[in-house]
């Protein structure tokens, strides 16, 4: 698969690579692509990832990673628009986090969401927001000594839920819990400045949450 990567930060990277270890061709975007910054980074994949601009990431890409800063993604998404992404699976990595008073809080939240603007902004494209709730460290080959939870996802579309379930299960993880349609997404990214906060608790960037049953 053709994989289109926007954003090169720290989960664009880790997701990158994932995807290129397991045999995808991968496309990172970046505002600059021929940067120093990137180019170091690539040496280290040894040619199996290429970089581009945001929109170059965005054709590439038959299934599209979208990881790019939670403030940023209104700027991108206007300046690509919806052509690049047709109907193409869209994974939402993102959070709208606000660290300006010192902690973390959500930009906008609770009665919309990330999830659902990217959703609305691209119509035909079908999101799914996973990720978003585990650090980039334990986003491929998770690492937890009980076992990893299952990856909280939800979108409005069956079939991407499940191909992301199967990435997902390439990538490490037990399972998806697919918690319903792109408007959960206002209920699952107000989870991460929680995250953050048991985090600074905890003093590790390694953990996450986890849903039990009975
Ligand atoms: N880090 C984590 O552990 C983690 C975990 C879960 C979810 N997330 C979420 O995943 C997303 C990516 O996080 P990250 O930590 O990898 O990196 P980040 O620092 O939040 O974002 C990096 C990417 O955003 C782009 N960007 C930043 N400002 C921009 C602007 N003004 N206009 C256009 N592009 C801009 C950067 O472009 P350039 O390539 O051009 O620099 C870079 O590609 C965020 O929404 C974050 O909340 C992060």
């Keep these: ?20 270890a ?21 040496k280290e994949t040894r040619g199996a ?5 945001f929109e170059e990431a965005a054709r590439f890409g038959e299934l599209i990673v979208f990881s790019v800063h939670g403030s940023a993604v209104p700027e991108v998404l206007g300046d ?3 052509g690049p992404f047709g109907e193409k699976v869209v994974i939402d990595t993102t959070n709208p986090l606000d660290f300006s ?3 973390a809080t959500l930009l906008f939240g609770l009665t919309d969401s990330l999830g659902e603007r990217i959703q609305r902004t691209l119509p035909k494209a079908k999101v799914v927001k996973a990720f978003n709730t585990v650090s980039s460290v334990q986003m491929v080959d998770p690492q ?35 918690v319903g349609g ?18 600074a608790k905890l003093g590790t960037w390694r953990h996450a949450l986890k849903i039990v049953r009975p």
């Design 1 to 20: 698969m053709k994989v289109g990567v926007l954003g090169s930060g720290d989960v664009g990277q880790a997701l990158a690579r994932g995807f290129a």
């Design 22 to 42: 397991r045999g995808h061709e991968v496309k990172i975007g970046s505002r600059d692509p021929g940067s120093d910054r990137l180019k170091a980074w690539l």
């Design 49 to 53: 990832i290429t970089t581009g601009t």
């Design 80 to 82: 690509l628009g919806p």
């Design 101 to 103: 008073t010192g902690s």
């Design 144 to 178: 937890f000594p009980d076992g990893a939870p299952e990856m909280l996802i939800c979108g409005n579309d069956p079939g991407a839920k499940k191909t992301v379930e199967g990435i997902l299960r390439d990538f490490g993880w037990p399972a998806a819990l697919d």
């Design 182 to 199: 792109i408007e959960e997404a206002r209920w699952i990214e107000p989870l991460v400045p929680l995250w953050v906060r048991i985090g």
